[in-house]
């Protein structure tokens, strides 16, 4: 899937453009399968079969000029989980004078994604019976409610989802449904609801890529019991539509100030958190903030401190390390930026309750 960035595009000029890469289409053994169009935001989205992104380039330059901005490799079966189709849109009418199928349908979506606990810690909690039960009827739940309100889940395990909506209002109002049905188990699961909305090719490699990674990054540091929404979010609703969220108890929303902040700092873990000599004043230095300044936000934003909200990271990715049987402790401790594995227990006991061996030896 490819991006185009056309200020004033119409969708007439993006059906003659589709037409023009299926031309030529055979010659550098591409498909051009289908498009999205958001006209407001002037962006473009192509589906396309292709044997490498360089053939993609040279198709669509040669037909008419129009370069991706971005290229990115997506399985057929993500793409109609996040839009809902892979094929051009049912029920399109081609124009009589030109035989056209003219049509905008944007990629923008709003991702909702929840969590719990880790399973392995909830089972070192409540026992293995009592988890069983409580994961059954949170997955239960969740895709119900996700199916009252038309949204489409992209994936899932045991512990998190993640759906994609197309209205905001449907989103906001299955997030509310899912925490109102799972209130009383809310606190023994430690769940967590997130909004963030985006497009399919962004910063990231992967569909949808950076705005679920921002998504889950906020399930991870909000309150049990929370639902947090992005100010992409928030600035989606009209004034009349905000009232369903408002009044709501445990209901927050990001300031936009906030989110560049928490994307910048996000972005600043992804690189560093691996590497053991990182610390304070390279966060500083790497985010050109003041440690009062960066102290300051963090807490504010997320309530801990800068070197807690670091080793919180870390110790979060080693739950993600350790769930790989093929992994180990030692190994474990280096890839997650800990300086030896005796800290690293240490950190993890303190902060789950249960050793890393431990952790190892439990399954679900």
């Avoid at 910063?203 to 540091?221: H, P, Y």
């Avoid at 950190?347 to 431990?358: D, E, H, N, W, Y």
Wanted: glycine fraction near 4%.
């Amino acid at each position: 899937m490819d991006l185009h960035i056309v200020p004033g595009v119409t969708a007439r000029e993006v059906a003659e453009a589709h037409v023009l890469d299926v031309k030529i289409q055979d010659h550098y053994l591409c498909k051009a399968i289908t498009y999205w169009l958001d006209e407001d935001k002037g962006c473009v989205f192509c589906l396309i079969e292709a044997p490498d992104k360089e053939s993609v380039r040279q198709m669509h330059e040669k037909a008419h000029g129009l370069i991706p901005n971005e290229i990115i490799q997506v399985e057929t079966s993500a793409v109609k989980a996040f839009l809902g189709r892979i094929q051009d849109p049912e029920n399109v009418i081609r124009q009589p004078e030109t035989n056209l199928k003219v049509f905008t349908d944007p990629a923008f979506r709003i991702i909702l994604v929840t969590k719990t606990m880790d399973a392995r810690l909830l089972q070192h909690s409540l026992g293995k019976e009592r988890t069983h039960e409580l994961l059954l009827l949170y997955s239960t739940i969740i895709r119900e409610q996700s199916r009252n309100y038309s949204g489409r889940e992209v994936y899932s395990r045991e512990d998190g989802f993640v759906i994609s909506f197309s209205s905001q209002t449907a989103a906001m109002e299955c997030a509310l449904a899912i925490r109102k049905n799972l209130l009383s188990a809310a606190g023994q699961l430690g769940l967590r609801i997130s909004l963030h909305a985006g497009v399919p090719v962004d910063k990231g490699d992967a569909i949808f890529g950076s705005t679920i990674r921002f998504a889950q990054f906020l399930c991870a540091f909000s309150r049990a019991g929370q639902i947090i929404m992005s100010s992409v979010v928030r600035n989606l609703f009209k004034d009349n539509d905000w009232s369903l969220a408002v009044g709501q108890d445990n209901t927050r929303w990001l300031a936009t100030a906030e989110e560049n902040f928490l994307e910048t700092l996000l972005d600043t873990l992804g690189l560093h958190w691996q590497n053991a000599e990182f610390d304070v004043p390279d966060f500083c230095r790497m985010m050109s903030v003041s440690k009062s300044q960066l102290y300051r936000k963090c807490i504010a934003i997320t309530g801990m401190a800068p070197n807690m909200l670091l080793r919180e990271y870390r110790l979060l990715r080693s739950l993600e390390l350790l769930r790989n049987d093929e992994t180990n402790i030692s190994q474990t401790t280096f890839d997650t930026g800990f300086s030896s594995p005796s800290y690293f227990t240490k950190c993890f006991q303190k902060r789950f309750g249960i050793s890393p061996l431990a952790y190892l030896k439990t399954r679900p």
